[in-house]
């Protein structure tokens, strides 16, 4: 298939590449065309130089893009968290999880993909987490599996309230029935290591785990204030580290030294703290460049009313991932002068993201890549948004 008259082709992969290994920097051209074959990219280049195919699409100046790629989606829950985490807030929401049926679970399910993928976002992971029982964690995983290949196992979320006072106890369970019955339907595991959750030992012990039985691991770490987390996925060997609110300097050389990528996730309030801090040019160019830190900032901040986010029921998202690939450029850090932003630059930057094992064959429109795309006409433009 030719897909030809494309007003602007955003490949993000190198003009001279045969093939791309990884996403590369922000790369486009305009009047454009792609050839698609067999579900793969063949060719890309000039809309005039561009090889006869069997079948021909006229994208009539409109903007063809890679498809968003969100890496951290809490999908699999039911009912609606009106409570922080700090009162309790995950907890609501796994008794109603709980209790709900496995219809009623993939009927949201299908309805926050749909949402995800009418913006624009073709490949996503969804971690489990809000069941935290053997059959509740394995049902909510065969429910993701529905969906995306990219499941991630997420029995050590919390503590549930069975095992107050015995987190030792339960991450045994994780660790063990539990994570025997979930291995099988996931491809990663991750666990959630912050005060009054798990702690670093737990945390490598869940993570250890999982890498014997098969899974890759991942990690949600210093979200809600600094702590072990981002050590502990370094010495994991970890894909991710997920949130990273509080970052301290010995984080940040940890990082800066390791292939652990690093996810902000979109809607969840505030920016990393050592963003916030670090105003000299040496040091934006070690949190951008040298750690490679993808953030998908929040467009809502402090968004954590009930039914305001489409994939995660309690730190939340706006549902228009277009407009908050927009803001991320806003949501940087201090900037250090003004200078002439092309729109929507760097939203697509930070819209594929590090922590998953296809995202050698996603997020670009280099020859070999699989092919998902968001076509976007504005006003009759050739624009990104």
């Known amino acids: ?47 005039s130089q561009a090889p006869a195919a069997d079948e021909m699409v006229d994208a009539a100046g409109r903007a063809v893009l890679p498809g968003f790629v969100d890496s951290h989606a809490h999908l699999v829950f039911a ?33 926050l993909a749909a949402e995800m993928l009418a913006q624009g976002t073709t490949t996503f992971e969804c971690k489990s987490g809000y069941g935290l029982t053997v059959a509740d964690e394995a049902r909510s995983l065969a429910v993701a599996g529905e969906v995306t290949p990219e499941v991630t196992y997420l029995g050590a979320h919390v503590v549930p309230p069975e095992y107050e006072g015995n987190v030792a106890g339960y991450v045994d369970v994780v ?51 600094p702590g072990p987390g981002v050590q502990v996925a370094v010495e994991a060997g970890a894909a991710s580290a997920d949130h990273c609110t509080f970052l301290t300097d010995a984080d940040i050389d940890a990082l800066a030294s390791s292939g652990c990528g690093v996810f902000h996730p979109p809607a ?21 460049s040298g750690i490679q830190l993808h953030l998908k900032h929040a467009a809502v901040r402090g968004a954590r009313g009930p039914g305001d986010a489409a994939d995660h029921p309690g730190s939340g998202l706006g549902r228009d991932r277009r407009r908050r690939a927009r803001a991320a450029p806003h949501r940087r850090g201090p900037p250090r002068r003004r200078r002439p932003r092309r729109r929507g630059h760097a939203g697509r930057a930070v819209a594929r993201l590090p922590g998953l094992p296809s995202r050698c064959s996603v997020g670009s429109w280099g020859v070999a890549v699989r092919r998902k795309c968001a076509r976007v006409a504005i006003g009759g433009k050739t624009e990104i948004t």
């Open 1 to 47: 298939m030719l897909i030809t008259n494309i007003g602007e082709l955003v490949t993000n992969a190198p003009r001279d590449a045969v093939s791309v290994a990884a996403p590369g920097p922000f790369e486009s051209l305009s009047a454009a065309a792609i050839v698609l074959d067999g579900g793969l990219v063949a060719w890309t280049g000039p809309a």
């Open 79 to 111: 009912g609606e968290r009106g409570l922080p985490y700090s009162a309790g807030g995950i907890r609501s929401t796994v008794a109603a999880t709980r209790a709900a049926s496995d219809e009623q679970l993939r009927a949201n399910l299908a309805t």
């Open 175 to 225: 660790c063990g029935e539990m994570l025997a019955a979930c291995a099988p339907l996931a491809k990663w595991v991750d666990v959630f290591c912050e005060q009054g959750a798990f702690g670093a030992d737990e945390a490598r012990a869940v993570l250890a785990a999982g890498e014997t039985a098969g899974l890759e691991p991942r990690i949600h770490a210093n979200q809600l204030g």
């Open 268 to 288: 969840v309030p505030g920016r990393p703290a050592a963003a916030r801090r670090r105003r000299d040019s040496r040091d934006r160019d070690r949190l951008q």
